[in-house]
Nanobody
C-alpha cells in the first residue's frame, strides 16, 4: 500500500519561502515519476513540478525559476522548495505518484500580500 504524506505548508508573506516535503511509503520505486500539484479555491488542480528518475525535472511556467523539486531516495522524500512566493501561489499542494496514481492529502500554503 503506497502512502504519500505532505508537510511543510503554512502562512508566509509575499516574497517568502517554504519547503514542502512528501514522505513516500509502500511499494514504490525510488526513482519513479513524482509530481507536485496545487489547487486554489474555485480553480482546477494544476501541475506545478515533476521529477523523473534521480534529477530530471520539469516545471509549470508559473513555477519556473522560483520552485525546485528534488528527492532524497535514502529517506523516500520528495521536496518542493518554493521561493519568492506570491499571493497567487496560495493553494492546497498535493504530492502525486504517477505509477499507481497515488495522491497525498494535501498541505495548505497561504501567501499574504
Amino acid at each position: 500500500q503506497v502512502q504519500l504524506v505532505e508537510s511543510g505548508g503554512g502562512l508566509v508573506q509575499s516574497g517568502g519561502s517554504l519547503r514542502l516535503s512528501c514522505s513516500v511509503s509502500g511499494s514504490i520505486a525510488s526513482n519513479s515519476v513524482m509530481d507536485w500539484y496545487r489547487q486554489a479555491p474555485g480553480k482546477q488542480r494544476e501541475a506545478v513540478a515533476s521529477i523523473f528518475g534521480r534529477n530530471l525535472t520539469s516545471y509549470a511556467v508559473s513555477a519556473k525559476g522560483r520552485f525546485t523539486i528534488s528527492r532524497d531516495n535514502t529517506k523516500n522524500i520528495v521536496y518542493l522548495q518554493m521561493n519568492t512566493l506570491k499571493p497567487e501561489d496560495t493553494a492546497v499542494y498535493y504530492c502525486h505518484a504517477v505509477r499507481g496514481d497515488h495522491w497525498g492529502q494535501g498541505t495548505q500554503v497561504t501567501v499574504s500580500p
